[in-house]
């Protein structure tokens, strides 16, 4: 096996809550799309999930009751940063939403700009400007 495509992309990115369908419904108004899969169902979702973006990557929720036990409660560990071509834009509408600031809008080298908001249910968003991507996406598109 090669290192190179040991990691083949991100697959799905799940985020926690008490309140499922408040979660999704939340991010349903941020994604501009509704969730596509709900199980057991929609009136009682214990795991929702979106498809989102250029790659349409996934995107579930999950009931906090089936959280590994050692998750530690409150915002922490990894945060994956989701390329937005307008991070100022984006950061404004998370907390017109009622997202709270993890992380300020700072500029990394390159033209790199990275934030974070910790949700409604207490998971970190990342968002980041992020001009690889942006060159990637048009190595694809010409």
Do not use: C
């Given at each position: 096996?090669?290192?190179?495509?040991?990691?083949?992309?991100?697959?799905?990115?799940?985020?926690?809550a008490d309140d499922v369908a408040a979660a999704r419904d939340?991010?349903?108004?941020?994604?501009?799309?509704?969730?596509?899969?709900?199980?057991?169902?929609?009136?009682?979702?214990?795991?929702?999930?979106?498809?989102?973006?250029?790659?349409?990557?996934?995107?579930?929720?999950?009931?906090?009751?089936?959280?590994?036990?050692?998750?530690?409660?409150?915002?922490?560990?990894?945060?994956?940063?989701?390329?937005?071509?307008?991070i100022e834009a984006a950061f404004a509408r998370l907390k017109?939403?009622?997202?709270?600031?993890?992380?300020?809008?700072?500029?990394?080298?390159?033209?790199?700009?990275?934030?974070?908001?910790?949700?409604?249910?207490?998971?970190?968003?990342?968002?980041?400007y992020n001009p690889h991507y942006v060159e990637m996406l048009?190595?694809?598109?010409?």
């Amino acid at each position: 096996m090669s290192n190179k495509h040991f990691l083949r992309g991100m697959a799905t990115v799940n985020f926690w809550a008490d309140d499922v369908a408040a979660a999704r419904d939340w991010y349903a108004e941020l994604f501009g799309v509704e969730a596509y899969f709900q199980r057991p169902d929609a009136d009682n979702p214990a795991y929702v999930e979106f498809r989102i973006g250029d790659d349409e990557d996934e995107f579930g929720i999950i009931d906090r009751r089936y959280a590994p036990a050692t998750m530690q409660p409150g915002p922490g560990g990894a945060t994956l940063l989701w390329h937005v071509d307008d991070i100022e834009a984006a950061f404004a509408r998370l907390k017109a939403m009622g997202a709270t600031e993890y992380d300020p809008i700072t500029k990394r080298e390159s033209d790199f700009v990275t934030a974070s908001v910790v949700d409604p249910f207490g998971n970190v968003l990342g968002i980041m400007y992020n001009p690889h991507y942006v060159e990637m996406l048009g190595s694809r598109t010409a």
